[in-house]
């Protein structure tokens, strides 16, 4: 089976900065995403992984460790905006017939004046 | 943005009814996905569609059907459904090697 942990909920202050970790174990790999998803809204594309390192798009960040089963989101200068669910998941089935992909349960992030 | 639109957007139906959810996608992809999401457990999926009438089954597919007849429709089936189906429903497509994009989800309640 696949096993997806991040934490439930983290508080941060506008302005300042938000690490979101997961870590992940799962049959296979081919792929790490991490998704926003605002109250009662659909989950939206944030960043993709594939390889190790460091992906920045903007205010937010992600990293990748293969070795580890690891990945962070990180949200720089956080707006009230930001206050949302953020959803880490797992493509692990690489060159089958389907894309499928493993989600972790999310975090909630609140952003605080 | 791929066009992909979910009907009913809100439902609610007794215990024991059949309910059918609509997925329907303007962008001609390949694979589209149906899942459920709950509170502590995230987004789980339920079946999926890798073309015309080719599905199979996710995680948590007891008491679920689909069908694809056609590129741009993939319909989900609560045979009769059940108070522990309330949750909210979302559809996906995608292409080899990429992303989801959701629909906007449906949420149902079972009474």
């Known amino acids: 089976g696949q096993n997806i942990d991040q934490p439930t909920e983290m508080t941060a202050t506008e302005g300042a900065i938000v690490q979101i970790n997961c870590t992940y174990q799962?049959?296979?790999?081919?792929?790490l995403f991490w998704y926003q998803q605002h109250a009662g809204e659909a989950p939206t594309f944030l960043s993709y992984n594939v390889l190790d390192g460091l992906e920045e798009k903007g205010r937010f960040s992600s990293f990748l460790s293969r070795s580890k089963g690891y990945s962070y989101l990180l949200l720089k200068e956080l707006q009230m905006k930001d206050s949302a669910s953020y959803l880490c998941a797992v493509r692990d089935s690489p060159g089958s017939n389907d894309y499928k992909l493993s989600f972790g349960a999310g975090t909630t992030v609140t952003v605080r004046a | 943005d791929a066009g992909i639109t979910q009907s009913p957007r809100h439902k609610v139906t007794e215990t024991g009814t059949p309910v059918t959810l609509r997925c329907h996608q303007t962008e001609n992809h390949r694979y589209m996905y149906w899942y459920r999401q709950d509170p502590g457990h995230g987004l789980r999926l339920i079946h999926y569609?890798?073309?015309?009438?080719?599905?199979d089954k996710g995680e948590v597919s007891d008491g679920y059907s689909v069908s694809r007849s056609k590129t741009e429709d993939f319909l989900l089936t609560l045979e009769s459904a059940t108070s522990s189906q309330t949750s909210v429903y979302f559809c996906?497509?995608?292409?080899?090697?990429?992303?989801?994009?959701f629909g906007s989800g449906t949420r149902l309640t079972v009474v």
């Open positions: 996906a497509i995608s292409e080899p090697g990429g992303g989801y994009t």
């Open positions: 569609s890798y073309g015309v009438k080719d599905t």
């Open positions: 799962t049959s296979g790999f081919n792929g």
